[in-house]
């Protein structure tokens, strides 16, 4: 044993259902730390990233297609981030010394206001615990009451609750939360041929029965209207995924004398997102929807996205069962080449040098992976990850989602190749998770566990280092086929504070 485990530290391993083993190889990513990711380039138009043109109507008919053949699709959201950090300014707001709004952001969330969906609800609550309402409590200068209204349990709870939940957009029947939203859109594009929407939403324990009221509260109403039947299903992020805290001298990290371990972050649901049973899996951020007047690119693309998988997964299926037959030909190898490099954009640098018996072995294990298709915005200043070329362990390299904390900015090409991205990661996926001979894959088995990251920060006054495991859509996903296709920035629509509800495409 590298470290020193108390017999109690030892019990409280075992009750996360996580192994010694597992914690010390935790500890020892903050000694050596994560290496960087080395990339041949940026992925763009024409080299990594598939411009559609004017094909768009045919892949979303090729998805129809496959709905009708009866493939089952199951829409994944992950949902369990709580909104405190959509009303951070807001909470700024009530730990300010003045009393009247001050800054651009608090006087344009105070000016328009009635604007919000969740206006008339804020606005009843402030009638019943302040005993006036919102026009007269801003004529009486007390705003900081309404804000408490909104965050505070007594009222909306907003600050606390996670962002499914908040009211995003208003209707002339009703207001909307994001995660009925989602609802909607799985009826439009997650259809099954038996008039099924499978729909996954991953919670935090807390939230989650309120999760369930609402569905419970709206689902019926969502299914006359659609002429669906929901099967909503919940999950929370597994205890063994989360990770030991280090202290500075990358020793365990000790609150009250008690290890400390914290979520892993979102990588950690790729053990959600293996236990879906599903052939095609749409994934999408709980906050990126829009009301029903710009959902028409939204659901047109993601039957896009489907279709562009629906067209490779045959392709894949084909050549699969090719290799594994071992029935093939010259011919046969050099268009499997050329659908692996060009359309799955994967090269191999010695390729040439593969004897047949090896290239085929080659091409056969790169065909055998999960695969992805990835929407791709144009770049537009957001925060976040975005599409590469990066190289592999094996020597080859393929697309990979990025973080910059992923890439060497002190490489000079390295760092010309982040700044010269054309294109954002919105987190648009859709994703196919069965081999040919209909076997689900195992997906933990395609994470690169050196894509994970550490961040530093303090608790009880001293500092606190902390792991995330490799994300999601980056490294958990760094060994799956992945294809990724340029999408409209009109299916692009993030509420990252409460006053991104303002946009036009949210009112």
């Known amino acids: 044993m590298k470290y020193c485990f108390s017999q109690e530290d030892l019990a409280q391993i075992k009750a996360k259902g996580m192994t010694v083993e597992a914690v010390e190889e935790q500890l020892e990513c903050f000694k050596k730390g994560f290496p960087y990711l080395v990339l041949e380039n940026s992925a763009s138009l024409g080299n990594g990233i598939m411009q559609l043109n004017d094909s768009a109507e045919a892949y979303a008919e090729k998805w129809d297609k496959l709905i009708e053949e009866g493939v089952k699709s199951v829409k994944f959201v992950p949902a369990s981030g709580a909104a405190s950090r959509m009303f951070k300014d807001l909470f700024g707001f009530l730990d300010a010394e003045y009393d009247t709004p001050e800054t651009a952001f608090e006087k344009k969330f105070f000016e328009h206001i009635k604007s919000f969906a969740f206006y008339n609800a804020l606005n009843e609550l402030c009638k019943k615990n302040e005993g006036g309402d919102i026009d007269t409590l801003m004529a009486e200068g007390k705003y900081k009451s309404i804000v408490e209204n909104l965050l505070a349990e007594k009222g909306l709870n907003y600050g606390w609750l996670p962002k499914g939940l908040i009211l995003f957009h208003s209707y002339l029947e009703a207001s909307r939360a994001a995660m009925e939203e989602h609802l909607v859109e799985g009826a439009m594009y997650a259809k099954n041929g038996d008039a099924t929407v499978n729909i996954h939403f991953t919670v935090s324990h807390d939230h989650l029965p309120f999760f369930k009221e609402l569905t419970a509260k709206v689902v019926p109403c969502y299914e006359k209207e659609f002429g669906v039947k929901y099967n909503i299903s919940f999950s929370e992020q597994k205890p063994e995924t989360d990770t030991i805290a280090a202290d500075g001298e990358n020793q365990p990290f000790r609150d009250n004398g008690a290890l400390l371990f914290r979520p892993g972050g979102h990588g950690s649901l790729i053990e959600n997102l293996n236990e879906i049973d599903a052939d ?73 040098q593969l004897e047949d018996s090896d290239l085929a072995m080659y091409l056969l294990k790169k065909l055998n992976r999960p695969l992805r298709v990835c929407g791709m915005v144009k770049n537009i200043g957001e925060p976040g990850g975005g599409p590469f070329l990066a190289y592999n362990e094996d020597g080859t390299y393929s697309p990979q989602i990025l973080e910059s904390s992923q890439i060497n900015m002190a490489h000079a090409e390295s760092k010309a190749a982040f700044e010269g991205g054309s294109h954002f990661n919105p987190v648009d996926l859709v994703c196919s998770v069965r081999d040919w001979n209909g076997n689900h894959y195992n997906l933990p088995d395609f994470i690169d566990k050196n894509t994970g990251f550490i961040s530093e920060k303090s608790k009880s006054g001293k500092v606190l280092k902390a792991l995330e495991r490799p994300g999601l859509w980056n490294g958990a996903m760094s060994d799956w086929n992945t294809i990724f296709i340029e999408v409209p920035i009109s299916t692009f629509n993030p509420v990252k504070t409460v006053n991104d509800l303002l946009r036009e495409t949210h009112l």
């Open 280 to 352: 095609v899996i749409f994934i999408k951020n709980i906050d990126n929807v829009v009301p029903d007047s710009f959902k028409a690119d939204t659901i047109l693309y993601k039957k896009v996205l489907a279709g562009v998988l629906a067209e490779a997964r045959e392709k894949i299926f084909k050549y699969g069962k090719l290799l594994e037959s071992g029935n093939y030909t010259i011919e046969d190898l050099r268009e499997i080449i050329q659908f692996v490099q060009k359309d799955l954009c994967t090269r191999n640098p010695e390729i040439k």
